[in-house]
T-cell receptor
Framework: AQSVTQPDIHITVSEGASLELRCNYS??????LFWYVQSPGQGLQLLLK????DTLVQGIKGFEAEFKRSQSSFNLRKPSVHWSDAAEYFC???????????WGLGTSLAVNP | NAGVTQTPKFQVLKTGQSMTLQCAQD?????MYWYRQDPGMGLRLIYY???????DKGEVPNGYNVSRLNKREFSLRLESAAPSQTSVYFC????????????FGPGTRLTVT
């Protein structure tokens, strides 16, 4: 069965530091991959997505993610974190003909001043 | 363009009471979804509707019913609320075709006492 794993439940970084959030998926072919962000008390907002083509995708708010087929990973990165990036981040996968998304459990990001 | 709207934002129910959560989208999307979000469990799909007139069960449908009233509206009903249904509920929508990302509403925080 398809699955999505976000190994880090909680991460704390200092403002200005770089960030990498990990996402691993289980699926035989190339899935459609997404990263969403949820600010406190808000709904989820799409940060970026990967369908095909260039494996490094750019998203909103200065985020990027890289699809690595050999590692079944789609890690989210940002070179310099801002205090406003403190939020919950979710990785999601659409696999095959399934109309549904398969969601990771999320990574909570805290940013120290 | 309001996107996905949900009402109410907050609700407190007593065990055994019923209520309907309302969701509407103005993006002419075909598919709509209801999720619940609980700490440490990520997003779990309750029901979804691939198009007007169709609904399907997700991972956790027990205790819920849905109605796809028209293309815009997708409601979630709790017939007899239980404390286990205390959660934050999100509605999402998606357009047909190759674009698979889902757009989320702001959520309804429901407490059942």
């Amino acid at each position: 069965a398809q699955s999505v794993t976000q190994p880090d439940i909680h991460i704390t970084v200092s403002e200005g530091a770089s960030l990498e959030l990990r996402c691993n998926y289980s699926y035989g072919a190339t899935p459609y991959l997404f990263w969403y962000v949820q600010s406190p008390g808000q709904g989820l907002q799409l940060l970026l997505k990967y369908f095909s083509g260039d494996t490094l995708v750019q998203g909103i708010k200065g985020f990027e993610a890289e699809f690595k087929r050999s590692q079944s990973s789609f890690n989210l990165r940002k070179p310099s974190v801002h205090w406003s990036d403190a939020a919950e981040y979710f990785c999601a996968v659409k696999a095959g003909n399934n109309r549904k998304l398969i969601w990771g459990l999320g990574t909570s990001l805290a940013v120290n001043p | 363009n309001a996107g996905v709207t949900q009402t109410p934002k907050f609700q407190v129910l007593k065990t055994g009471q019923s209520m309907t959560l309302q969701c509407a989208q103005d993006m002419n999307h075909n598919s709509m979804y209801w999720y619940r979000q609980d700490p440490g469990m990520g997003l779990r799909l309750i029901y979804y509707s691939a198009s007007e007139g169709t609904t399907d069960k997700g991972e956790v449908p027990n205790g819920y019913n849905v109605s796809r009233l028209n293309k815009r509206e997708f409601s979630l009903r709790l017939e007899s609320a239980a404390p286990s249904q205390t959660s934050v509920y999100f509605c999402a929508s998606r357009q047909r075709g190759e674009v698979y990302e889902q757009y989320f509403g702001p959520g309804t925080r429901l407490t059942v006492t």
